[in-house]
């Protein structure tokens, strides 16, 4: 069984989506047998590399939103993030381009750390104030988690993973994601948002069940002694 999951390093629900689907598949029975694939998604994609400002000054300058609603945006998705184990600090996040990050993830998935890399990314940028359009940054986290740092400048020298990058858009967009995070199960069922992880079993599950049917064994009509709610067969 197969898992896109479309989603932004610059997302804060990405990353709380993520423990819960995290805690949903752990559970699986048959976990040992999911693919999970980090596609790429960007919110703001013509943020510049650098932006001088907060993320409070970015919802309300670029976005038109109240700063108190986004203040108390901040305290209900900080308050959500710490439910799953997350410490946000939204004073200290750095509003950047998150291009080259996935230009990064996309290095890493070919080299095996993609999961890896992917919480590296979500816990640098909304836990550590790291700034995910610097190139100094993403070296620094790419190699930290266990990546070559010599290939990950190559990697961004020459835009490597640029193609694969917007082909992630375009998909998204074949698909009708219209936000994240986004979770496709076999390109048969979709799973918009930070669901409960509760919502993730049970689509697992039916995804599962529909794609391993059960088959009864021939038993050329010879009936067998069973139990059932109201009693045993004599």
Same mark, same amino acid.
């Given at each position: 069984?197969?898992?896109?999951?479309?989603?932004?390093?610059?997302?804060?629900?990405?990353?709380?989506?993520?423990?819960?689907?995290?805690?949903?598949?752990?559970?699986?029975?048959?976990?040992?047998?999911?693919?999970?694939?980090?596609?790429?998604?960007?919110?703001?994609?013509?943020?510049?590399?650098?932006?001088?400002?907060?993320?409070?000054?970015?919802?309300?300058?670029?976005?038109?939103?109240?700063?108190?609603?986004?203040?108390?945006?901040?305290?209900?998705?900080?308050?959500?993030?710490?439910?799953?184990?997350?410490?946000?600090?939204?004073?200290?996040?750095?509003?950047?381009?998150?291009?080259?990050?996935?230009?990064?993830?996309?290095?890493?998935?070919?080299?095996?750390?993609?999961?890896?890399?992917?919480?590296?990314?979500?816990?640098?940028?909304?836990?550590?104030?790291?700034?995910?359009?610097?190139?100094?940054?993403?070296?620094?986290?790419?190699?930290?988690?266990?990546?070559?740092?010599?290939?990950?400048?190559?990697?961004?020298?020459?835009?490597?993973? !640029?193609? =694969?990058?917007?082909?992630?858009? *375009?998909?998204?967009? #074949?698909?009708?994601? /219209? &936000?994240?995070?986004?979770?496709?199960?076999?390109?048969?069922?979709?799973?918009?948002?930070?669901?409960?992880?509760?919502?993730?079993?049970? !689509?697992? =599950?039916?995804?599962?069940?529909? *794609?391993?049917?059960? #088959?009864?064994?021939? /038993? &050329?009509?010879?009936?067998?002694?069973?139990?059932?709610?109201?009693?045993?067969?004599?």
């Amino acid at each position: 069984m197969k898992i896109e999951i479309w989603s932004d390093v610059a997302c804060p629900w990405c990353y709380i989506g993520k423990r819960r689907f995290e805690t949903a598949l752990k559970a699986f029975p048959h976990k040992d047998s999911v693919e999970v694939q980090w596609r790429s998604y960007q919110l703001d994609p013509t943020i510049p590399e650098h932006y001088d400002g907060t993320e409070l000054s970015y919802l309300s300058e670029r976005k038109g939103m109240d700063p108190a609603q986004v203040t108390s945006m901040f305290a209900h998705v900080t308050e959500q993030a710490k439910g799953e184990g997350l410490n946000y600090r939204f004073d200290d996040v750095v509003v950047a381009n998150s291009f080259n990050a996935h230009q990064l993830l996309h290095l890493a998935a070919a080299k095996g750390r993609g999961d890896i890399v992917k919480e590296a990314l979500l816990s640098a940028h909304f836990e550590h104030g790291a700034d995910i359009g610097n190139r100094g940054d993403l070296v620094r986290i790419g190699s930290e988690a266990g990546l070559d740092a010599a290939e990950i400048n190559e990697a961004l020298d020459t835009d490597k993973y !640029a193609d =694969e990058v917007r082909q992630d858009f *375009a998909d998204a967009r #074949t698909i009708g994601v /219209t &936000g994240v995070p986004f979770f496709v199960i076999d390109r048969k069922y979709g799973i918009s948002g930070a669901q409960p992880a509760e919502v993730f079993s049970r !689509a697992l =599950e039916q995804a599962w069940q529909e *794609a391993n049917p059960l #088959t009864m064994v021939s /038993t &050329g009509g010879a009936d067998a002694e069973v139990c059932g709610p109201d009693g045993c067969a004599i």
